[in-house]
């Protein structure tokens, strides 16, 4: 991501974050992809910023979608976790907050 702007930047982070969050929550999958499909709309005001970002948010999507195991087993679940973790861990430069 780009620090130029830090006001674009932190919006930037948390429109990021919220996706993940909305991804991990434990709603329906129905609703997961509705809240995060918006999210990534908004997301891609910023594309040049967080384009990888988004390529993986999308290829999470995609995946939940179109796939035929249940998107909700436990073996789904943690590698939609590892993923978004990975992600998380990308964008914030490395920094956890626990």
Not at 4 to 9: G, H, L, R
Not at 56 to 80: A, K, T
Request: net charge negative.
């Amino acid at each position: 991501m780009d620090i130029a702007d830090p006001i674009a930047n932190d919006s930037v982070r948390v429109l990021l974050n919220r996706t993940i969050e909305v991804l991990l929550s434990d709603t329906s999958i129905e609703q997961r992809l509705l809240q995060a499909k918006a999210s990534i709309r908004k997301l891609e005001r910023y594309e040049n910023e967080v384009t990888d970002e988004l390529n993986e948010l999308n290829f999470i999507v995609d995946r939940l979608e179109s796939s035929s195991e249940d998107p909700l087993s436990s073996d789904r679940e943690l590698e939609l976790a590892e993923r978004l973790l990975t992600l998380y861990v990308n964008s914030s430069e490395g920094a956890l907050i626990f």
